[in-house]
């Protein structure tokens, strides 16, 4: 079992920059591979990004690729993810995700086993 918690999200003005947080309980943290996906009014859950059990490997949706960067700190149980030149359309409920296993799909939101609860971030123009 996992909890997971997301932090950080708030108003920013569009090319702002926010940090969002998501602490885990348990001592297998470093065991998950991570995901953050967001949701927008009206819309479907999306993918934005994963990073491996390690911190070493992470990837993109190509909406926020240059601009958003995954990592973790295992020691502190914590995978944040950094949002720069943030846009109008990056306007969502932002959610991280567990997983135990490695998937190829790992953007597909049915590969992870745990998920918080969602942190709003809106980007005004």
């Known amino acids: 079992q996992v909890l997971l918690e997301e932090s950080g999200g708030g108003l920013v003005q569009a090319g702002g920059s926010l940090r969002l947080s998501c602490a885990a309980s348990?001592?297998?943290?470093?065991?998950?591979?991570m995901g953050w996906f967001r949701q927008a009014p009206g819309k479907e859950r999306e993918f934005v990004a994963h990073?491996?059990?390690?911190?070493?490997?992470?990837s993109y949706a190509d909406s926020v690729k240059g601009r958003f960067t995954a990592s973790r700190d295992n020691a502190k149980n914590t995978v944040y993810l950094q949002m720069n030149g943030l846009k109008p359309e990056d306007t969502a409920v932002y959610y991280c995700?567990?997983?135990?296993?490695?998937?190829?799909?790992?953007?597909?939101?049915?590969?992870?086993?745990?998920w918080g609860q969602g942190t709003q971030v809106t980007v005004s123009s």
């Open positions: 990073i491996n059990r390690s911190g070493s490997t992470t």
């Open positions: 348990g001592r297998t943290f470093s065991r998950y591979y």
């Open positions: 995700a567990a997983g135990y296993y490695y998937s190829s799909d790992y953007d597909s939101s049915t590969r992870y086993d745990y």
